[in-house]
């Protein structure tokens, strides 16, 4: 049974037009995360919700915004989407933050 | 974060078993040895993790030397399916930044049928 979905799995958008990723667990975790993983490379936390704390890594850009408006669902948004921002977005849980994360399969975002 | 040093590719035969090394010579003594794995086209998936004892679950074994400066994470009869990214990670629950898992670039574990 899936426990962190993520929709849709593949999203294009095109250049300059806001997009929004979603993501649902029904793990009942208090943290969700999103990571962005470019080509070749290793996934980088963008920003986490504990509860509805929210926290933004310091190098996390503007262009991206999250919201949780309840425990089971958090978006990101990408404001004006660059085609620098073409990844793989991936969502994860966790009950608390040194415990295990678990991931969704991941959006893969194409930018025309 | 305490860095973590790993071979960028190895390849294995399937049934067999698999070594994968990770050095980490700046280990603290309150860092956690974690592993997680990425098949392809999927999201990070945990393996396994330890403090100072060798440790063992379903899926692998997680062999940690004395002075933890190095651990080895250890698939007993790898299968195609076992074919993925595999990051070591040092993970700190006392120090700030605990929430964060840092990927380093990974092992890319290639198994020959």
């Known amino acids: 049974d899936a426990m962190v979905i993520q929709n849709p799995r593949y999203q294009v958008t095109q250049f300059g037009k806001p997009v929004t990723l979603s993501c649902s667990q029904t793990l009942n975790h208090n943290v969700m995360y999103w990571y962005q993983q470019k080509s070749s490379q290793a996934p980088k936390l963008l920003f986490h919700?504990?509860?509805?704390?929210?926290?933004n890594e310091a190098d996390t850009p503007d262009n991206f915004q999250s919201r949780r408006p309840n425990t089971s669902f958090c978006f990101l948004d990408i404001r004006s989407p660059g085609l620098g921002d073409a990844a793989m977005y991936l969502c994860a849980t966790s009950r608390a933050f040194t415990d295990t994360q678990y991931f969704g399969p991941g959006t893969r975002l194409t930018v025309l | 974060d305490a860095k973590t040093t790993q071979p960028n590719s190895m390849e294995s035969n399937e049934e067999e078993p698999v070594h994968l090394p990770c050095n980490h010579s700046t280990i603290s003594g309150t860092d956690y040895i974690h592993w997680y794995r990425q098949l392809p086209s999927q999201g990070p998936e945990y393996v396994i993790h330890?403090?100072?004892s060798n440790v063992n679950n379903r899926m692998a074994s997680l062999a940690i030397a004395e002075d933890r400066k190095s651990s080895t994470l250890i698939l007993h009869r790898a299968t195609l399916r076992d074919a993925a990214v595999y990051y070591c990670?040092?993970?700190?629950?006392?120090?700030?930044?605990?929430?964060?898992?840092?990927f380093g670039k990974g092992t890319k574990l290639t198994v020959n049928p």
């Open positions: 330890g403090l100072t």
């Open positions: 919700y504990y509860d509805k704390d929210f926290n």
């Open positions: 990670i040092l993970r700190d629950p006392v120090q700030g930044g605990s929430e964060k898992l840092v």
